[in-house]
């Protein structure tokens, strides 16, 4: 049997009930250029899928839009029926063209991409559907109250959030409960800090996009690069890492098509930083953010 290295990421309990290996798999990445289209490596991207199993990899993260739709396609491709494995996907956003996103939030744009993103995964309830965007030309209450009837329907299992703030948690909390929020956030990128720790005082699930980012601490000679060399590791999956450990309600996400990569990725995992390495690779991302802004 294959090593299930995700297995030592540790577990979160997504909305109390579904429960997954904290070290989860991005699906971003498994389209064409500008995450448009079908990828160029057709055969690699379903390979990666599926050997997420096999490494331990419960919890898959898509959305409606990429591709469009070609993600979640080759997942149902790849995994389907998919046992042990979770898979959430997104909805709130529309593509033109390649590198294009434009929110959409009316609900009945939203209840069309739940119905769709059932069909397109071959399943008769989602495990958790997210709110790609807010849309700022919609009435807030009009998206949370949409969610809240796909909840109550039973379309979806659980809802969260995306690139939102505290006030929008707290508003969307008032009509549905708010089981993860999915947020930028890396060692380099503390936008989110504060989203962070309120997702992690309320038992909310933070699912970091972007968590390999290291910035120009992945140089030759920065304190991460000599934290890596310790750890016989690279400057990536030391980043990876210390998302992993910054708290136990993060479920970090890193995508890719390749298969060489993702092993790469996961190996993550079993790198235990010392309280001292994460403090000092604290600091340092800090000040990279801090003189970023």
């Known amino acids: 049997m294959a090593d299930k290295i995700a297995d030592k990421a540790g577990t979160f309990s997504i909305g109390g009930t579904l429960t997954v290996n904290r070290l989860g798999f991005g699906a971003m990445r498994i389209t064409g250029k500008g995450i448009w289209g079908e990828p160029a490596d057709r055969d690699g991207a379903l390979e990666t899928l599926k050997r997420l199993p096999e490494l331990g990899v419960d919890f898959i993260d898509t959305a409606d839009s990429y591709g469009p739709d070609v993600s979640e396609w080759l997942i149902k491709e790849a995994l389907h029926p998919y046992g042990d494995v979770k898979i959430a996907t997104k909805g709130g956003l529309t593509r033109v063209g390649p590198d294009v996103w434009l929110p959409v939030g009316r609900p009945e744009y939203l209840r069309q991409q739940v119905h769709k993103s059932l069909r397109n995964l071959g399943v008769e309830q989602l495990d958790l559907w997210q709110l790609h965007r807010i849309d700022s030309k919609v009435p807030q209450d009009e ?36 089981a993860t929020v999915q947020n930028r956030y890396n060692l380099v990128d503390r936008t989110s800090e504060d989203v962070l720790d309120y997702c992690a005082e309320n038992g909310i699930g933070f699912i970091p996009w972007h968590p390999l980012a290291a910035g120009e601490l992945a140089s030759s000679g920065s304190l991460l690069d000599e934290i890596a060399k310790k750890h016989d590791a690279a400057p990536s999956q030391i980043a990876l890492a210390w998302v992993l450990k910054r708290s136990p309600v993060m479920m970090p ?15 993550a995992a079993s790198i235990a930083l ?15 953010f801090a003189k970023a802004a």
Do not use: Y
């Not at 109250?145 to 690139?163: N, Q």
């Not at 010392?274 to 000040?287: I, M, P, R, V, W």
């Open 274 to 288: 010392s309280d001292d390495e994460f403090a000092a690779l604290d600091e340092e991302g800090k000040k990279a």
């Open 253 to 267: 996400i890193p995508g890719t098509s390749k298969v060489k990569h993702l092993e790469e990725n996961l190996s």
């Open 143 to 178: 998206q949370f109250g949409a969610i809240r009837e796909f909840l109550d329907e039973g379309l979806i299992a659980h809802a969260g959030l995306s690139e939102v703030s505290v006030d929008e948690i707290q508003a969307a909390s008032k009509v549905f409960k708010v």
